[in-house]
C-alpha cells in the first residue's frame, strides 16, 4: 500500500510564507509525476503544481511566480514552497502521485491564509 503523508500546513498571514512537505512510502522515481491539488470551501478540487519524472514543471496560472515545486529524491519527498501567499490561497492542499493507471492522495492539510 502506497501511502503519501504530507506536512506543513498551518496559519499564515497574507504575503506570509509556508512549505508544504509530501514523503512517499517508495521511492518518487516509481512515479510517473507528482502534484499538489488543493480545495477550497465550496470548490472543486484545482490544481496547482506538477512536477514529473523528468523533472519537468508545470503551475496554474493562479501561483506562478508565487509557488514553487521541487523534490529530494534522498528523501522521497516532494514540496510546494508558497511565498506571498493570498487569502484566496486557503484551502486544504493534497499530494498526489500518479503512476497510470493508479493515483494516490494524501490526507491534505490545511493552510489558511488570514490577518
Known amino acids: 500500500q502506497v501511502q503519501l503523508v504530507e506536512s506543513g500546513g498551518g496559519l499564515v498571514q497574507p504575503g506570509g510564507s509556508l512549505r508544504l512537505s509530501c514523503r512517499a512510502s517508495?521511492?518518487?522515481?516509481?512515479?510517473?509525476?507528482m502534484y499538489w491539488y488543493r480545495q477550497a470551501p465550496g470548490k472543486q478540487r484545482e490544481l496547482v503544481a506538477g512536477?514529473?519524472?523528468?523533472?519537468?514543471?508545470n503551475y496554474t496560472d493562479d501561483v506562478k511566480g508565487r509557488f514553487t515545486i521541487s523534490r529530494d529524491n534522498t528523501k522521497n519527498t516532494v514540496q510546494l514552497q508558497m511565498n506571498s501567499l493570498k487569502p484566496e490561497d486557503t484551502a486544504v492542499y493534497y499530494c498526489?502521485?500518479?503512476?497510470?493507471?493508479?493515483?494516490?492522495w494524501g490526507q491534505g492539510p490545511q493552510v489558511t491564509v488570514s490577518s
Open positions: 498526489h502521485g500518479r503512476t497510470p493507471p493508479y493515483g494516490y
Open positions: 517508495r521511492s518518487i522515481f516509481s512515479f510517473t509525476a
Open positions: 512536477i514529473t519524472r523528468g523533472g519537468n514543471t
